[in-house]
């Protein structure tokens, strides 16, 4: 195999297609709004991308196993604006693999004339937080404008030590194709599988780019989330010290 490989399984023509990233991060919150995207849309798939920097390693659903890949859908609503949805399970493993691997999905992203690129992901907080903020950043003025418009937060030196891995690259090396390109990090407290943060930046990308889906099955798993988050809460309150044990620790 190839160090980057791409199989071609479908080749529909696409009406100026917007690429939606979604590949696993902090509270895998692009992975999780991806996903929403397509199994709330009609999709079909069109790419598999194989790389020897992906871990070494096969996925198995019902017994049938799948090397570790990046997948691409195309999806083609019947009102709406045409995407190109990229996700997967994984991402690669060294810093030759996140350049060699996101230089591989823009040129699929040229094959299929994608004009403007949306990556998605989280920004952790540290903390458990009730309202979730959309931070952004972008490559082109113009696309700074839109975002502030639909709700987005620009804030100076955020998130702190930038955007890693192929959210980021995906604006670095798009911008030197001249491709525009925006990243929405939803806030999350980087804990936890995060179905809240996915469901505001989706939110925000449904805005701006054109489309419609429901939310209950992220809403259930945002439920579902908090019940762990509440289990987990009692636990610690049980295991703390009581007043009295805090008082005896300082005897002596």
Same mark, same amino acid.
């Given at each position: 195999?190839?160090?980057?490989?791409?199989?071609?399984?479908?080749?529909?023509?696409?009406?100026?297609?917007?690429?939606?990233?979604?590949?696993?991060?902090?509270?895998?919150?692009?992975?999780?709004?991806?996903?929403?995207?397509?199994?709330?849309?009609?999709?079909?798939?069109?790419?598999?991308?194989?790389?020897?920097?992906?871990?070494?390693?096969?996925?198995?659903?019902?017994?049938?196993?799948?090397?570790?890949?990046?997948?691409?859908?195309?999806?083609?609503?019947?009102?709406?604006? &045409?995407?190109?949805?990229?996700?997967?399970?994984?991402?690669?493993?060294?810093?030759?693999?996140?350049?060699?691997?996101?230089?591989?999905?823009?040129?699929?992203?040229?094959?299929?004339?994608?004009?403007?690129?949306?990556?998605?992901?989280?920004?952790?907080?540290?903390?458990?937080?009730?309202?979730?903020?959309?931070?952004?950043?972008?490559?082109? &003025?113009?696309?700074?404008?839109?975002?502030?418009?639909?709700?987005?937060?620009?804030?100076?030196?955020?998130?702190?030590?930038?955007?890693?891995?192929?959210?980021?690259?995906?604006?670095?090396?798009?911008?030197?194709?001249?491709?525009?390109?925006?990243?929405?990090?939803?806030?999350?407290?980087?804990?936890?599988?995060?179905?809240?943060?996915?469901?505001?930046?989706?939110?925000?990308?449904?805005?701006?780019? &054109?489309?419609?889906?429901?939310?209950?099955?992220?809403?259930?798993?945002?439920?579902?989330?908090?019940?762990?988050?509440?289990?987990?809460?009692?636990?610690?309150?049980?295991?703390?010290?009581?007043?009295?044990?805090? &008082?005896?620790?300082?005897?002596?």
């Amino acid at each position: 195999m190839d160090e980057f490989d791409i199989e071609v399984l479908a080749d529909p023509e696409l009406d100026e297609p917007v690429l939606v990233e979604g590949l696993p991060g902090v509270g895998h919150v692009g992975k999780l709004a991806a996903e929403h995207l397509l199994e709330e849309l009609e999709s079909e798939l069109v790419r598999r991308v194989y790389s020897t920097h992906f871990p070494p390693q096969v996925s198995i659903d019902e017994g049938r196993t799948q090397l570790a890949c990046a997948e691409f859908h195309a999806v083609t609503p019947e009102d709406g604006q &045409d995407m190109l949805v990229l996700s997967g399970n994984h991402q690669a493993q060294d810093s030759e693999g996140h350049y060699g691997l996101t230089d591989t999905f823009l040129d699929v992203a040229e094959d299929f004339g994608v004009e403007t690129v949306f990556a998605l992901g989280g920004v952790p907080t540290g903390e458990l937080i009730e309202e979730y903020d959309v931070l952004g950043a972008t490559t082109t &003025d113009h696309l700074v404008e839109t975002l502030e418009d639909a709700g987005v937060a620009f804030r100076e030196d955020e998130p702190a030590g930038g955007i890693v891995g192929v959210s980021g690259l995906l604006l670095g090396l798009g911008e030197r194709r001249g491709v525009p390109a925006a990243c929405l990090m939803g806030e999350t407290s980087g804990y936890l599988v995060d179905p809240k943060s996915a469901q505001a930046v989706l939110e925000i990308l449904q805005s701006v780019v &054109d489309f419609d889906v429901d939310y209950e099955s992220l809403e259930e798993r945002a439920d579902e989330m908090e019940e762990v988050v509440r289990k987990i809460q009692e636990m610690e309150q049980q295991n703390a010290p009581s007043p009295a044990d805090e &008082d005896l620790r300082y005897i002596g």
